[in-house]
């Protein structure tokens, strides 16, 4: 050949990879009606399932306590003991499957149910359990660093959280060879606002944190603990921005093995691996075309499957129309659907890497690696994950940066196709019939789980022997969690013994206090100064103008009733709301209806904003009104912001919300100045309007 001839290009291999294990996040209602939707998915050509909670389950309330009310079954499945377990997985042997279980604070609770179960369907078998468990194959998300961050799920302060963790690495390294006991998850991480950067240095600090405690723990010999990198699996977002997203994946890949390597000596290359699962990015969907949603999926899957040196293990697709509200079994259908067409009609499993030797990949690889390392080291100075969560640190950086990411598309500096630009539309037939476009949970659900689980205390507690099991195990889960023995043994004997989730979080409380999370509001750069004239300066004019009318400085109450930890709007609205020159009254995630009442009569507020994107805001919303009312402050506006169908929007009005604001209302600037609208109108005040710039 002459040296002008090119070489031929690289033949397929003759054998393809395997495809990734394709799920669906799923769950809702209740455990039979979970269970019958995993089975269908099954059968669609779903090769693992991946478990959505329902909040209660999640912050570890039964569905009769005060704190669950409106949250049963909404955002997944409520499982509240054993047999609800059973339930949730009857007819899906376990020893077969692959199970992804997105549970945080009670993971160990969970994981122990699970086994259980698996044991359970062992001895039905004929089979050894012991032999099941160990066969056991899936993940528990199990990152409770990320919750404290962005999702809110937590319970328990930062110590004894990462004791739980530790503890179940700890015990499944043992018992559970093939089992994931965390997915360090940088998902909600992206959601936050995290840049690619912070993305990867916030998720490998908390890998360091919980590595060092394991390590720290003396719970595994030194000579086995490259088994417990091994195990070590993370969860990761990938936005529509799929090169960078491709290019963030391969950074993560080399900085995972160079950690491994000189951190903590591992010396085998399989046990270095970094092995994750991604959601594609749901932050990025719109409420406005949401057809388009469809395409944004798509290209935000390629990110994690293009380049095969550093290819997802497992995909689950959000699906199209999620800002619109709970999505339905076709829809989730469509989703795996896209899954299945890239694995087995494209031929992308047939070829090597197609990037190794891009100089343009290399060089946005190498600018994330040092982005990242810089980060990491600012992290470890602060004295590692833990401390810079405890400082407000990680949470400040996060919020900041999805300020920064608002602005730009506020500014149109970032497009968004039908929200920013692009707006002209033709009548979709999707959402033509909107309320049938998504899924709606019976509204009965949370009554029947209520019932059903006082109904499984008091038949536990009639029988003498099952009730004195009950108790020891609830003596036995306490003196372990106060005298610093592993929690797994006393959690799984607390499941066999027919102990709830409540119960068993109740004790740890009891142990560990309960926590609250810095809220980044107060320590976060906003949007800053403004130029005059511009949107921005324009509100402030408003808010300062009608503070002069009467006397005294605007003040806004942001609050977040129930147990919906998605905290990033309601972060954002109070960021802007300071900026824009109110008075802000935020006092973060988990609050009832009358701790909101509460605060907004001792603050005086002239206006109270409601964010609830968990399905609630029927049940909880009406609650706050009626404090109001009844605190003597009904002439205090409320507005309300969250995902919420029209129908539910049109009857939160009639009850007297004054204005509800969804996914499609982007612009926090008009926001602001329709809330000075509110005030204005409340106060009998003439309205005012924005100017034009």
């Known amino acids: 050949m002459s040296s002008t001839e090119s070489a031929p290009p690289p033949a397929a291999r003759v054998t393809p990879d395997r495809p990734w294990v394709m799920r669906t996040y799923a769950g809702h209602s209740s455990a039979a009606a979970s269970n019958a939707l995993y089975r269908r998915n099954l059968a669609k050509g779903q090769t693992g399932l991946s478990v959505a909670f329902d909040l209660p389950t999640q912050t570890g309330y039964d569905p009769d306590h005060a704190l669950a009310r409106g949250e049963v079954g909404k955002v997944g499945v409520p499982v509240s003991h054993v047999g609800d377990m059973a339930a949730l997985f009857d007819g899906i042997p376990l020893r077969g499957m692959n199970t992804s279980m997105t549970i945080n604070a009670t993971a160990m609770w969970l994981l122990a149910l699970y086994q259980v179960v698996a044991e359970q369907q062992a001895k039905d078998a004929g089979d050894d359990p012991a032999a099941w468990v160990r066969e056991l194959a899936g993940t528990t998300q199990n990152d409770i660093i990320k919750e404290y961050l962005s999702r809110g799920t937590y319970v328990f302060p930062p110590g004894p959280s990462l004791r739980l963790i530790t503890d179940m690495v700890a015990y499944t390294v043992r018992e559970m060879p093939r089992w994931n006991p965390i997915n360090i998850c940088s998902y909600h991480l992206q959601e936050a606002g995290a840049t690619p950067v912070q993305e990867i240095a916030y998720a490998l600090s908390t890998a360091v944190a919980v590595l060092d405690a394991v390590r720290d723990s003396g719970q595994v010999p030194p000579e086995e603990f490259d088994a417990v990198v091994a195990r070590i699996s993370f969860f990761v977002n990938a936005g529509v921005r799929f090169v960078e997203e491709m290019c963030k994946m391969r950074a993560f890949v080399e900085l995972w093995d160079e950690l491994t390597r000189e951190r903590y000596g591992v010396t085998d290359a399989k046990a270095r691996r970094f092995r994750y699962g991604v959601q594609v990015n749901s932050l990025g969907l719109t409420e406005a075309q949401p057809e388009n949603?469809?395409?944004?999926?798509?290209?935000?899957?390629?990110?994690?499957?293009?380049?095969?040196?550093?290819?997802?293990?497992?995909?689950?697709?959000?699906?199209?129309?999620?800002?619109?509200?709970?999505?339905?079994?076709?829809?989730?259908?469509?989703?795996?659907?896209?899954?299945?067409?890239?694995?087995?009609?494209?031929?992308?499993?047939?070829?090597?890497?197609?990037?190794?030797?891009?100089?343009?990949?290399?060089?946005?690889?190498?600018?994330?690696?040092?982005?990242?390392?810089?980060?990491?080291?600012?992290?470890?100075?602060?004295?590692?994950?833990?401390?810079?969560?405890?400082?407000?640190?990680?949470?400040?950086?996060?919020?900041?940066?999805?300020?920064?990411?608002?602005?730009?598309?506020?500014?149109?500096?970032?497009?968004?196709?039908?929200?920013?630009?692009?707006?002209?539309?033709?009548?979709?037939?999707?959402?033509?019939?909107?309320?049938?476009?998504?899924?709606?949970?019976?509204?009965?659900?949370?009554?029947?789980?209520?019932?059903?689980?006082?109904?499984?205390?008091?038949?536990?507690?009639?029988?003498?022997?099952?009730?004195?099991?009950?108790?020891?195990?609830?003596?036995?889960?306490?003196?372990?969690?106060?005298?610093?023995?592993?929690?797994?043994?006393?959690?799984?004997?607390?499941?066999?013994?027919?102990?709830?989730?409540?119960?068993?979080?109740?004790?740890?409380?009891?142990?560990?206090?309960?926590?609250?999370?810095?809220?980044?509001?107060?320590?976060?750069?906003?949007?800053?100064?403004?130029?005059?004239?511009?949107?921005?300066?324009?509100?402030?004019?408003?808010?300062?103008?009608?503070?002069?009318?009467?006397?005294?400085?605007?003040?806004?109450?942001?609050?977040?009733?129930?147990?919906?930890?998605?905290?990033?709007?309601?972060?954002?609205?109070?960021?802007?709301?300071?900026?824009?020159?109110?008075?802000?009254?935020?006092?973060?995630?988990?609050?009832?209806?009358?701790?909101?009442?509460?605060?907004?009569?001792?603050?005086?507020?002239?206006?109270?904003?409601?964010?609830?994107?968990?399905?609630?805001?029927?049940?909880?919303?009406?609650?706050?009104?009626?404090?109001?009312?009844?605190?003597?402050?009904?002439?205090?506006?409320?507005?309300?912001?969250?995902?919420?169908?029209?129908?539910?929007?049109?009857?939160?009005?009639?009850?007297?919300?004054?204005?509800?604001?969804?996914?499609?209302?982007?612009?926090?600037?008009?926001?602001?100045?329709?809330?000075?609208?509110?005030?204005?109108?409340?106060?009998?005040?003439?309205?005012?309007?924005?100017?034009?710039?």
């Open 293 to 693: 949603n469809v395409q944004r999926i798509v290209l935000e899957m390629l990110a994690v499957t293009l380049s095969r040196d550093a290819r997802a293990r497992a995909i689950q697709l959000p699906a199209w129309n999620e800002a619109l509200g709970l999505p339905r079994p076709w829809d989730q259908q469509w989703s795996l659907r896209m899954q299945q067409v890239l694995a087995y009609e494209s031929d992308l499993l047939e070829y090597d890497d197609l990037f190794t030797g891009s100089v343009v990949v290399e060089a946005k690889v190498a600018e994330l690696v040092a982005g990242a390392r810089a980060e990491m080291a600012r992290v470890e100075q602060l004295g590692g994950a833990v401390a810079a969560v405890e400082s407000g640190y990680m949470k400040s950086a996060l919020v900041a940066s999805h300020s920064e990411r608002r602005r730009r598309i506020e500014a149109g500096e970032s497009v968004v196709v039908g929200l920013n630009r692009f707006e002209t539309t033709e009548p979709n037939p999707l959402t033509a019939d909107l309320d049938a476009a998504i899924q709606t949970v019976d509204a009965d659900v949370e009554r029947r789980a209520a019932a059903a689980v006082r109904a499984w205390r008091e038949s536990r507690d009639a029988d003498p022997g099952r009730r004195a099991r009950a108790e020891a195990a609830r003596e036995r889960l306490s003196s372990d969690a106060r005298d610093g023995n592993n929690l797994m043994g006393a959690s799984i004997e607390a499941a066999r013994a027919g102990l709830t989730t409540g119960e068993w979080a109740a004790v740890l409380r009891e142990q560990f206090g309960e926590y609250r999370a810095p809220t980044g509001v107060s320590g976060s750069v906003g949007v800053g100064a403004s130029e005059p004239g511009d949107a921005l300066a324009r509100v402030r004019g408003l808010v300062a103008r009608t503070g002069e009318e009467l006397g005294e400085k605007l003040r806004v109450l942001v609050g977040k009733p129930g147990l919906d930890g998605h905290s990033n709007g309601a972060e954002q609205v109070a960021v802007r709301a300071r900026d824009a020159g109110f008075e802000v009254v935020y006092q973060g995630i988990r609050l009832t209806p009358e701790q909101i009442v509460a605060a907004a009569v001792a603050e005086d507020v002239h206006l109270v904003g409601l964010s609830i994107l968990s399905g609630s805001h029927m049940e909880l919303v009406p609650e706050v009104i009626r404090g109001l009312q009844e605190a003597g402050a009904g002439d205090v506006p409320v507005i309300v912001g969250g995902i919420i169908p029209e129908s539910d929007a049109a009857a939160l009005r009639a009850a007297g919300v004054a204005m509800v604001f969804t996914p499609k209302d982007f612009g926090l600037n008009e926001i602001m100045a329709e809330m000075v609208g509110v005030v204005r109108a409340a106060r009998g005040l003439p309205p005012l309007t924005l100017a034009p710039a």
